[in-house]
């Protein structure tokens, strides 16, 4: 086996993935890896297909890494999302030796600089070369089970009791997310399309366009591609 990975190279929200997808797709269910990464959409030997089975694995979500081929959901995992329990979600981010590090030692504190950061998280062992990915991903986690708060206009790191209280009262906080970079862009256009129209009300708009009767053929369609990409246009 190779060395265990000091910290999980995904946050909580993204490594979630895995264990959506074994809940949804397999009833929680032991799914075989190359289904697994079928369903997701992904392809299952490369190199972000491997990092996310290690961040899932790093936070206790799930069992087996890209060298098994069957992949379990834990119970922590199952906790999650079944009933998006708030404890299992700050133990999942404590269980990362150098996150837990972090925020028992700044614990009721103001964030400390980047560069003071960086030197605390070397001497838990994280490589210097990995120090700042590995903070960015210690960041976004710890905002996510709100052991991060922004407190009177300063980010502060506050007690697992107080982030815990904070994600009982915000049950939906979590929401497990997949990397847009991994989908073709046509789909994920596509699909966004789709959810917005689904968000919207019903509307209905007349379009008038008045064109010299020797217009050609290209300028239409220049101009009916201009308006369904103003139209599926997020913002």
Known sequence: ???????????????????RTIWEKNAGKPMRR?????????????GPSRQLLTASSGYGLTQGS?????????????????????????????EVDAFRAFFDNYRNAALPSETAALDFLKEQRVPEKSAR?????????????ALI????????VVSSEHALEELSKAPGLLLPL?????????????????????RSLSLNINIQ???PADAKPEIYEIIFKNIREQLMDEG
Do not use: W
């Open 133 to 145: 990915a590995c903070l960015e991903t210690l960041l976004k986690s710890g905002e996510q089970v």
């Open 1 to 19: 086996m190779g060395r265990k990975s000091p910290f999980p190279p995904y946050d909580l929200n993204e490594a979630l993935l895995i264990a």
């Open 178 to 198: 997949q990397p847009e970079s991994e989908e073709p862009a046509q789909v994920t256009s596509a699909r966004r399309f789709e959810e917005k129209a689904k």
């Open 66 to 94: 890209f060298h098994v081929e069957v992949i379990r959901i834990t119970e922590r995992g199952q906790a999650i999302v079944q009933r998006n329990d708030p404890q299992a979600k700050l133990d999942a981010v404590l």
């Open 34 to 46: 190359l289904t697994l990464f079928d369903a997701i959409g992904r392809s299952p030997e490369s």
């Open 149 to 156: 708060q922004e407190i009177s206009g300063t980010k502060r």
């Open 209 to 211: 366009i008045h064109l």
